[in-house]
């Protein structure tokens, strides 16, 4: 018995330190979205943009791109735009496009479901219930809402955050206080502000630390830049973090081991 319990000790120890040796050099690093290099693509930049985007909360004044489709997504509802012919309703046209104003009252006036209340619901939360308004005309309605205000995107600590431009020549500073300020989990020392196409973006880097760096933190910011926040890095905190739940399953298989090798003997 002995022997088996020394066995399975030195195991443990062994497979607990094989994971923080594995951790400490890959799994720490999960949150650094980007560096300055040539070694991100726009398809790591859009997806926490794109997921940043579905958790912006609807207000009053947001402009509203509405896409409907039948069978999941297999065929597009109305691509000219025939319903909407004489509707009377609150809406910016432009380039042929139509958008759908969200009113004061916090109600947006769509085709075929009416008035409905959008205000507080964040995109993914309001593209669900439309799907479900639709689903009394279409089979399997698939509902894609795109808001065309002016915004950009805060990626961080905190998080990923759709900040409005509600005013022109809104600055880096104000956005990012907007954003909730920096915290202590934050590097001052390095904001990076993304512009233009993300397959190939102007990358500005701001040094909050300094001041030069906040001279240029009253660039004005463009709708649709990416702001990005990057966090210290804790490696050994975040290591055991990434790797606990693995320790964790390690050690109840070994504690089973053990109780079986108990009710053996």
């Not at 094989?18 to 979205?33: E, T």
């Not at 809406?91 to 009252?105: C, D, F, S, V």
């Not at 479901?113 to 308004?133: C, P």
């Not at 926040?229 to 739940?245: A, G, H, L, N, T």
Request: charged residues 20%; hydrophobic residues 45%.
């Amino acid at each position: 018995m002995n022997e088996h319990f020394f066995d399975l000790k030195h195991l443990s120890v062994l497979l607990a330190v094989l994971l923080m040796s594995l951790s400490g050099c890959k799994l720490y690093r999960q949150d650094i979205l980007f560096q300055l290099d040539d070694d991100f693509t726009a398809e790591q930049l859009s997806e926490p943009v794109a997921a940043a985007a579905g958790n912006y909360v609807l207000r009053a004044g947001d402009y509203l791109d509405l896409r409907v489709y039948t069978n999941k997504g297999e065929r597009v509802i109305d691509p000219n735009n025939e319903l909407m012919q004489g509707m009377n309703r609150q809406q910016n046209q432009q380039n042929g496009r139509i958008e759908y104003l969200i009113q004061q009252n916090g109600v947006a006036k769509l085709p075929m479901v009416g008035d409905v209340k959008l205000v507080g619901l964040t995109v993914v939360e309001a593209e669900r219930m439309l799907e479900q308004a639709f689903d009394t005309y279409y089979q399997e309605s698939f509902v894609k809402l795109k808001v065309n205000n002016r915004r950009v995107t805060v990626l961080g600590v905190n998080g990923g955050v759709v900040v409005p431009l509600d005013n022109e020549n809104t600055t880096l500073a104000e956005v990012l206080a907007l954003y909730g300020g920096l915290d202590l989990g934050a590097k001052a020392k390095n904001i990076k502000l993304l512009r233009g196409d993300l397959s190939d973006p102007q990358v500005y880097e701001i040094d909050l630390t300094t001041i030069s760096g906040m001279k240029a933190s009253v660039i004005a910011v463009r709708p649709g830049d990416v702001i990005y926040v990057e966090p210290w890095r804790r490696p050994v905190f975040e290591s055991i973090r990434d790797v606990s739940p693995l320790i964790g399953i390690v050690s109840g298989v070994i504690t089973l081991i053990l109780v079986i090798q108990n009710l053996t003997k």
